[in-house]
């Protein structure tokens, strides 16, 4: 009898040891993620096989179709911790440059101190205004700086705060957007100044896009209205991109915001003398309901030349659409 009281004792303590360190695991684990889907038509253009849209990322296809599904699990312990982010979907398909296995992010880090910050392994850019994921971006198409832009960065980054707004970024990078490994030997260096939320970024990857600069903040003018600035020029041997966008936002009420995107959008090249251009007006609405958000946008896209096809089949240089988005985070 002894021994079975025993046994059941020892039990006993184990289990309440294993749901103690159960629950100090769980204190330093983090979910979270979103979901978003989507409706798209062309308003000048034919809506069939053809599948006509901006030459931008996500948010091209007619009818009824789907964002993607990301899952974000963060793990903390001490001063290190990891980060694994998956996405499922189009969106993610585009964006993750790893065939099938849509990896978003998936990185560990070390907290040396309390201002650096060592990273490796697979991150978004820090280049640019706007993100993948359409729960941090206002607009939910995008611009054409940010598809031209670099989307992610293999490799180790340190992050340093200088002072209470100032931090400073380094890393060495595979080329971008190669993420499993490295092909030729090639890699890309990177910085990032931000003082204030204003930041000033850097890329250098001869390989790809050779060097990109660009700047990306945004001001206050009262409470309620918002404006977003973003600037870049890249050029690898004489070909590149440039342009800049502006994102005014105002805020009409807790629930609903109103926004809008001007871009202009030209590529350069040492061979040809005039640069072909688009500027593109996106007018997005917001209206948030608990962890949903609704979001219509109308957008119009006018290039120097005629890439774009009217109704009739015939080439034209402007298109309009219109697009329904739902986007649930949790």
Sequence with gaps: MKKLFTVVVLLLTNFIFAQEETQ?????FTFSGSVDTYYRANLTAPNDENQIAPSTSFADKSGFSLGMANIISKYE?????AVADLAFGPRAIQASFIDSTFVNQLYVYYNISETVKLTAGKFNTYLGYELISPVGNFNYSTS??????????TGLKADFSLSEKTNLLIGVFNQTDVNLYNPNGSYALGGQLNYDKHFFNVLYDKAGLGLEMDYTGGFNPTELFFIGVNGAYADNEGEGFYGGALYPQYTLNDNFTLGLRGE???????LTEDDPNVIAITLTGSYTVEDLTIKPEFRLDNGSEEIFIKTNLEPTKTLGSFLIAAIYKF
């Design 264 to 270: 202009y959008f030209a590529r350069h090249s040492d």
């Design 77 to 81: 312990k001490g001063k290190v911790g």
């Design 24 to 28: 100090e695991k769980l204190k330093n």
């Design 144 to 153: 054409y700086l940010f598809t031209n832009g670099p989307f992610n960065h």
